[in-house]
């Protein structure tokens, strides 16, 4: 099974993917949106994505989008080498996706640093700093004594 993972050339979205494989010694190739489109780019290529958005997983010639299940997926295949990564019992589930679409919720800063610049960078970082403090506080609770957010051992919902 080859797996590509199509993405701009920065972190964001696409980073916890890469973190999670790599954890579980999983190889993968980072193809830039460039490389994997090809002729027409992204515009031509994009409504003919699953979900018109990157970060693509490509898992030989089937395309998976939207992070969280790109995330699920990848957390599946780190399951099959480490049990409990993505953990079948519900309430531990519930919990892991909880960590991850929290810290999900901090994402938004990637704009933030990397596009803003001047008044605009200003107004949008007091704005983002507005909600970040509670956000934070929120998961430190959900973290408590840890040193992870489902128990002693990592899961995905640490990968964020
Ligand atoms: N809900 C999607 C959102 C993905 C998203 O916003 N991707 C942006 C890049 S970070 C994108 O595809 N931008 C190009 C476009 O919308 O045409 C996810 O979590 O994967």
């Given at each position: ?14 980073e916890p993917t890469r973190m999670a494989l790599a954890y579980g010694?999983i190889?993968w ?41 790109i995330m699920r997926f990848v957390a599946?295949l780190v ?6 990564f993505a ?13 991850f ?53 990592p899961t995905y919902?640490d990968f964020k």
């Open positions: 099974m080859q797996l590509r993972l199509v993405y701009f050339q920065v972190r964001a979205k696409a010694g190889p190739i980072d193809e830039s949106i460039t490389s994997y489109f090809g002729e027409g780019g992204w515009p031509t290529h994009k409504p003919k994505t699953p979900w018109g958005s990157v970060p693509i997983l490509a898992v030989d010639d089937v395309e998976i989008a939207q992070t969280p299940a599946g399951e099959q080498k480490e049990a409990g953990p079948s019992e519900p309430m531990l589930a519930a919990k892991c996706d909880a960590a679409f929290a810290a999900e919720e901090l994402g938004p800063v990637n704009p933030v640093v990397n596009v803003f610049k001047g008044e605009a960078f200003a107004e949008k970082k007091a704005s983002y700093f507005e909600t970040f403090p509670a956000k934070l506080s929120n998961l430190a609770r959900a973290l408590g004594d840890g040193p992870f957010f489902c128990g002693s051992r919902g």
